[in-house]
């Protein structure tokens, strides 16, 4: 019988482990590159794994909440713990240059005014308009659904988002998409205040 290998934690790792552990790895980068919606078959197929192991991973991360499926079943995005591991890394600010537009749209309309990334299917809060605080900066980053710059992260192809939030009643959202040179979404620029104002912002 083979000795037990190094404890890490209180967890032993055995020979084959660090091989498994490292797919699965891989699937959670693939599901991050691909974004929202992306399917086993496209998972195994990219990364030329069998499908049965590309589910039993995918199934893994999903019980381990470092993937969800989305809710009408069709796909994969990534979930709260990759969140919670991304929030611990500072977000750099932004260039001088967005900032002074930044801050100049916020001197000229009656809204708050909000800005983030886009990273690996991840929503990263920039610049929260200090005056206009957003009501749960914690679950607007874990959770795409409550949000209109979320709404934007969940369907790229958008020209603009508007939601009323379901956080804070009384509150709704614009967001627009920031791309880049080839037209991927990089960044979104929302407007944040009542209803009425955002119809006459």
Not at 49 to 76: H, I, K
Not at 115 to 135: K, M, Q
Not at 147 to 167: C, Q, T, V
């Amino acid at each position: 019988m083979a000795p037990p290998g190094p404890a890490t934690g209180g967890v032993e790792l055995r020979a084959r482990q660090p091989k498994a552990i490292q797919h699965a790895l891989h699937v959670l980068e693939e599901v991050a590159r691909i974004g929202p919606g992306v399917t086993a078959q496209q998972v195994s197929r990219s990364l030329g794994m069998p499908r049965a192991t590309a589910y039993r991973l995918l199934n893994l991360l999903v019980q381990e909440e470092y993937l969800v499926r989305l809710p009408d079943l069709s796909g994969f995005a990534l979930g709260s713990k990759v969140t919670q591991l991304a929030t611990l890394v500072p977000t750099p600010p932004p260039p001088r240059a967005v900032r002074r537009i930044v801050e100049e749209l916020r001197g000229s309309v009656r809204a708050g005014v909000h800005l983030v990334r886009y990273d690996g299917g991840i929503l990263h809060i920039v610049d929260a308009d200090p005056d206009f605080p957003f009501s749960d900066e914690v679950r607007i980053s874990r959770d795409p659904h409550v949000s209109a710059l979320g709404a934007l992260l969940l369907e790229p192809s958008r020209d603009h988002a508007g939601m009323d939030s379901p956080i804070d009643r009384g509150r709704a959202c614009l967001a627009v998409p920031i791309r880049d040179d080839r037209g991927a979404l990089v960044a979104g620029l929302a407007l944040a205040s009542t209803p009425a104002r955002l119809a006459d912002p």
